[in-house]
């Protein structure tokens, strides 16, 4: 996976990968990410009130839920997809794959910071979540750690990733000498820092049962994770080759060119909305809202307790 066929000629350029950097990928993530981060936001705000209305805002859960789970597939998934690519994939395709995977944490996170509760009330999807969490972590720091390489061997940029392990002895003198742009390097090493604290603190927000300062942590983090998302989002669309200048010389522009593979992330994003109509059509039945303090052992269906949650059969 991290032993490319040949490091030590440096091409002039490399082919684009619509699959990774595609103006479809970006913007169906970015759309994803604003939406959850909206819903996020009216949600929080709105439980401060009374007087909100229970039907609109199961509404709203449902659909945040279902953005906020393919943000975090997604972000497992394509990063999964850059390291088994590692002997291919430049640093600017990986930089870019690093900066969706922090859009997806940071969309999670939101709702986690939305939907505690519901989470919370099934240990099995609570500890589901947990994983999934601790997979998307995984990834994004080895993706951290192998970025924060290249800056510091002085990997070329037209060189894959794979190789940052055997640059350090490929005698470039030249590219050796110009070093590493300290901007770069504290960055990078605050990014890898940041995701580990935040991700203990979502862990200590979706098992803590005491909910000390839980408003507060609601407005604070949601506030950090938006930040994180459009800083994630832009640091990408000003990189990419459809929505920027790419800082790596590329041999044609198919990042610029829509393709089924590009439209189908825009129109994954109508999956959720169908779930809703659903809702409203009485097709399907959700949880209800789930008051704070509530605790674990509560069924996702009725809100029973489930020692009392009576069992069907069907005769």
């Known amino acids: 996976m991290f032993e490319p066929r040949n490091c030590s000629v440096i091409p002039a350029s490399v082919p684009s990968d619509a699959g990774i950097a595609g103006a479809g990928v970006l913007l169906s993530s970015a759309i994803t990410a604003f939406i959850a981060l909206i819903l996020s936001t009216t949600l929080i705000f709105s439980s401060f009130s009374p007087n909100c209305a229970p ?15 393919q943000q975090i ?73 192998l970025i924060l390489q290249s800056k510091i061997r002085g990997l070329p940029a037209t060189l894959p990733i794979g190789c940052v392990w055997q640059w350090e002895n490929a005698g470039d003198s030249e590219i050796q000498g110009a070093g590493v742009k300290a901007a770069d390097y504290a960055g990078t090493v605050a990014t890898i820092v940041g995701n580990v604290v935040v991700f203990a603190g979502a862990t200590w927000y979706l098992h803590d049962r005491r909910q000390r300062w839980y408003r507060a942590t609601q407005v604070v983090g949601l506030v950090v994770m938006a930040g994180i998302a459009i800083g994630a989002t832009t640091r990408a669309y ?16 198919g990042e610029k060119t829509w393709s089924f593979g590009q439209l189908l992330g825009l129109l994954m994003l109508l999956l959720p909305v169908v779930s ?9 039945t959700v949880a209800p809202l789930v008051e704070d303090g509530d605790g674990d052992g509560v069924r996702l269906i009725d809100g029973q307790p489930l020692a009392e949650y009576p069992v069907m059969v069907k005769k």
């Open 55 to 69: 039907s609109p805002a199961t509404l709203r859960r449902k659909l945040l839920s279902g953005y906020s789970d």
């Open 238 to 253: 000003l990189l990419s080759q459809a929505f920027g200048t790419p800082d790596v010389q590329l041999s044609d522009e």
């Open 276 to 284: 809703v109509i659903e809702i409203m059509r009485g097709e399907i």
């Open 73 to 145: 597939i997604v972000g497992i998934g394509i990063q999964s997809v850059g390291l088994f690519k590692a002997s291919s994939l430049v640093p600017y395709h990986f930089f870019i794959i690093w900066m969706m995977s922090l859009l997806s944490m940071a969309t999670h996170n939101a709702t986690l910071l939305t939907l505690v509760h519901d989470f919370r009330r099934d240990w099995v999807l609570r500890w589901l979540r947990q994983i999934l969490m601790f997979i998307n972590l995984a990834l994004s720091c080895v993706f951290g750690v």
